[in-house]
């Protein structure tokens, strides 16, 4: 049996932002964004999140991936090339940047699964499996991105530091999150910064998981394996588990995640319907349930989710004008990215902020 | 044969009266139910030792009345205690099995004692159960992998998933099985009254559903067991949930004998057989001689209730306990009951209930362990037993994966019991567990009710303290959740199964 439950418990500071209709921002804004909010990080990781960056390879899976050791690198190379056909491999551009200091070797690669059945739709569980293999077995190797059009960010310092050390000011992109990171317990190691990624998914996270246990012990059932050593991974998990392979809508995913108090779910002017929906989501995703302080931002290909903790222990606001939804810890970062907003509400505990993407701007 | 009708075996306990102080009332006398005291010119001990069951000290209105430990002294040995002489001597006097009563009393450690949960600091906020909700609430049963909506015209959801029955109680603790026979049905009326008030489930054991309790069949677990005493199809339909029992923790491998001379007309009645004849539970069920056996029964009782109730399956806990859990999910069953080796009895061979099975913490932790590994362990919920005593016991069990866990000794410690583990003689002095009509109508179900009523409504407040304490304001976030727990003093032998680290890890 593992005993490996070593997690990394952090305080932080979150943003996030989403152009509904698909129009590109400047991977500089969500930068000032975070920067607002560096009292809430320690300089001990920061990291974004940028969707629609890569739009000439849009088809293709963006494998961002970080080694601590040269022979890892052939090791994994090896290993994808069995597994993938890959149509670009480059180092990530980076510039020199004070407050960066002893990066890994920083590669991506945009890559296409092998098809052995020629049905495109098996690729996501062929990539994440090749995620899992590499993370878990190749020793001082992390996939730390591995969506399509999309790509993560993230290393050891502060965020807008670590924002300029990846040249973010060249990408462009419709969704961007970020994420400044307070760890207190874990020696700061650049994979252990958020976003988390599996897929097109990413998770910033300002909280502890304090289900952590039974959240890991429930993946592993499903083939996850926790190896980030933090408990923001199990998030992104739970989110594809739920999401993708058990085909719930992002709504009700969150409602599994954060469910319904009983004393809701009991009231009598509820819908019976909706009781019943709600009561089995509670019982079936008992494991599930995410407890603990937490906000989180959930980015993924369509769309964007701000979603707190049931009794919202950690700090989450939003905010509307036009196209735009902004999502922050605190409204200061809001007001960097958007000085007059149409609407700033404080959401409920529980309940998901979710911005999609325009159908018409969706592939 | 039997040598001698009184025994050379010298008492354990002997009384101490007060002769200045008695008024002579003889309450005590009266109350003993074990022929222990009677009344000369004054209070002396009568012709059968005192069990230290302390009737007659809880009810003497001059508190002049003290049991205390036989002072006559042997001399000392490590090998041949003077616990193991008198048992030897006592089999030379009857050439009889020597039987015992409640759970396994042998110092072999309890392992909840080597457990330590955590709590919030700083960096996750504790919960203050007296502000914030603290969900106890618990479904037992048979869980889908997944949930699956559907979408109507008007935009509303539906849930498309057919759930299977579920039992749902307010706190993830019921009662133990206890047939009519093994206690009074004073004491079963008690437990039955106080699951209804507190929104848990008593269990009938293998000896029917009394007559009088019909009110109480929607909150009971009914067995079925080897005997199939008192089985008949409304005592399976008004049911909460059926069980099937083919195992006892203080008794693994063992049937059950409920002597004739205890079966009165109420129990016979009950247990639909003739008054007076033995009640013989076989060891092995006889239509159950396999696993796939074990599944036509669960089918067959599915069948019966319409696939109305949950079917469960209790098992003692042995040493390859995993394995039997895991066939018995595969064969159908919605819970697994899992009785650890202190679990109480009402009667059983003593070298059985002291060396038989392992401690439940251990079979608890590898059944869940083995579930999760096989994917199975949605398709059913774990019910803990077995020398469960305090809110810190309940909290540890959830912790290593428990759905819930049953009570019976620290219910009938609740209702008076004092532990002196004679059960199987019929004469105790609380009503517990005796059929003497002059006993049993002691124990005043109003009352006892509320005793253990009161005994979850504390053990639930304690919950909640612990849960906020851990940062969580739901049980299931505790359940399973095994890096909530630190072993101590404990080898990795132990630790490994269990599935937790040491402290300071």
Redesign the interface.
């Known amino acids: ?1 593992s ?1 490996d ?1 070593t ?1 990394e ?3 932080c500071g979150l943003a996030g932002l989403i152009s509904r209709s698909g129009a590109k921002i400047c991977g500089e804004v969500p930068i000032r964004a975070i920067a607002n909010l560096r009292e809430r990080g320690n300089g001990l990781g920061g990291g974004f999140a940028g969707y629609g960056i890569y739009p000439a390879y849009s088809s293709h899976y963006a494998l961002h991936v970080m080694y601590y050791r040269d022979a890892a690198i052939d090791q994994t190379e090896d290993f994808l090339r069995g597994r993938f056909a890959i149509e670009k491999r480059e180092t990530i551009p980076t510039r020199p940047t004070e407050g960066i200091s002893d990066p890994p070797r920083l590669r991506r690669y945009f890559a296409l699964p092998h098809r052995t059945t020629g049905d495109p739709s098996g690729d996501p569980d062929a990539v994440m499996s090749a995620v899992m293999h590499v993370n878990e077995d190749i020793d001082g190797a992390y996939v730390f991105s591995s969506g399509r059009n999309m790509g993560a960010f993230k290393a050891v310092g502060f965020a807008e530091d670590v924002g300029r050390f990846y040249r973010l000011d060249e990408y462009e992109g419709y969704t961007w999150t970020a994420h400044g990171r307070f760890p ?2 874990t020696e700061a190691w650049w994979g252990g910064a958020h976003p988390f990624c599996l897929l097109d998914y990413s998770v910033v996270h300002n ?2 998981i ?5 959240n890991r ?2 993946l ?2 499903y083939g996850y394996k926790c190896t980030l050593q933090t408990d923001t991974e199990v998030m992104v998990y739970l989110l594809d588990l739920l999401i993708r392979r ?4 992002i709504e ?1 995913a969150c409602e ?1 995640l954060a ?1 319904r ?3 809701t779910i009991d009231r009598p002017d509820l ?1 019976p ?2 009781r ?2 709600l009561t ?8 599930a ?1 995410v ?3 937490f906000a989180i931002l959930f980015a993924h290909s369509r769309g964007l989710v701000g979603f707190n903790d ?2 919202k ?1 950690r700090p989450m606001v939003a905010a509307e004008k036009g196209d735009m939804l902004y999502i922050a810890s605190e409204e200061a970062a809001i007001r960097v990215m958007c000085d007059s907003p149409d609407r700033v509400w404080t959401p409920q505990a529980g309940h998901p902020v979710v911005g999609w993407l325009d159908e018409s701007v969706v592939n | 044969m039997r040598i001698a009708t009184k025994s050379n075996v010298s008492n354990e306990f002997r009384q101490v009266v007060d002769h200045d102080r008695c008024i002579r009332c003889k309450r005590c006398v009266m109350g003993c139910g074990f022929n222990a005291l009677e009344f000369t010119d004054r209070v002396v001990p009568g012709p059968e030792p005192c069990v230290a069951c302390h009737f007659c000290t809880t009810h003497c209105p001059q508190g002049c009345i003290e049991i205390e430990r036989n002072p006559h002294a042997r001399r000392e040995h490590d090998v041949w205690s003077v616990a193991q002489q008198k048992r030897i001597l006592r089999q030379a006097e009857t050439g009889g099995v020597l039987l015992s009563a409640m759970g396994n009393d042998r110092p072999w450690g309890v392992l909840w004692d080597n457990l330590l949960l955590d709590a919030c600091q700083v960096t996750n906020p504790s919960i203050d159960p007296l502000r914030e909700p603290m969900e106890l609430r618990t479904y037992l049963g048979r869980k889908p992998e997944r949930v699956e909506v559907e979408y109507g015209p008007d935009g509303k959801r539906r849930l498309k998933t057919k759930l299977a029955p579920q039992l749902e109680i307010r706190t993830p603790i019921i009662f133990a099985g206890m047939s009519l026979g093994s206690i009074s049905l004073n004491a079963q009326k008690s437990l039955a009254m106080a699951a209804k008030q507190v929104g848990a489930l008593w269990n009938t054991g293998e000896g029917g559903l009394h007559a009088d309790l019909r009110d109480y069949a929607d909150c009971a677990i009914v067995q079925c067991a080897s005997g199939r005493f008192g089985v008949h199809e409304r005592y399976l339909k008004d049911s909460a949930a059926v069980e099937i029992k083919i195992g006892q923790g203080a008794k693994p491998g063992i049937g059950g004998h409920l002597p004739g001379r205890k079966v009165s007309a109420d129990i016979a009645g009950t247990r639909m057989i003739p008054a007076g004849s033995d009640a013989l539970s076989p060891a092995p069920h006889h239509d159950i001689y396999s696993i796939e056996d074990l599944r036509q029964l669960i089918y067959a009782l599915k069948e019966a209730t319409e696939y109305q109730k949950p079917v469960g399956v209790k098992i003692a806990a042995v040493h390859n306990v995993a394995a039997i859990a895991s066939g018995i999910v595969r064969a159908g069953a919605d819970y697994v009951y899992l009785d650890g080796f202190r679990g109480g009895t009402g009667a059983a061979p003593t070298v059985v209930r002291d060396h038989i099975g392992i401690p439940v913490e251990i079979a608890l932790a590898v059944v869940d362990e083995r579930l999760r590994r096989e994917g199975i362990r949605h398709e059913a919920s774990i019910i803990c037993a077995g020398g469960i005593r305090c809110s810190a016991d309940v909290a540890k069990a959830i912790a290593l994966g428990a759905d819930a866990v049953a009570i019976g000794t620290a219910a009938l410690i609740a209702f008076g019991c004092h532990v002196c583990q004679q059960c199987h003689t019929g004469n105790c002095s609380w009503g517990i567990t005796s059929q003497r009509p002059e006993l049993a109508r002691r124990l005043d179900p109003g009352v006892r009710s509320e005793m253990a009523a009161n005994l979850l409504r504390a053990w639930t407040e304690e919950l909640k303290e612990i849960l906020g304490a851990l940062g969580v304001n739901a049980v299931e976030s505790l359940r399973g959740s095994r890096d909530r727990l630190r072993g101590i003093n404990l080898t990795r032998e132990m630790l490994d199964p269990l599935g937790v680290k040491h402290v300071g890890e």
């Open positions: 049996m005993s439950w997690k418990i952090s305080g207190t317990n909280g502890e304090s289900s952590y246990g039974i012990r429930y592993e059932q058990h085909g719930l809508t009700t599994a469910p108090f009983w004393k819908d319907d909706e019943e929906v089995a989501l509670r019982i079936t995703y008992a494991s349930m407890n603990g302080p049931r009794i222990l």
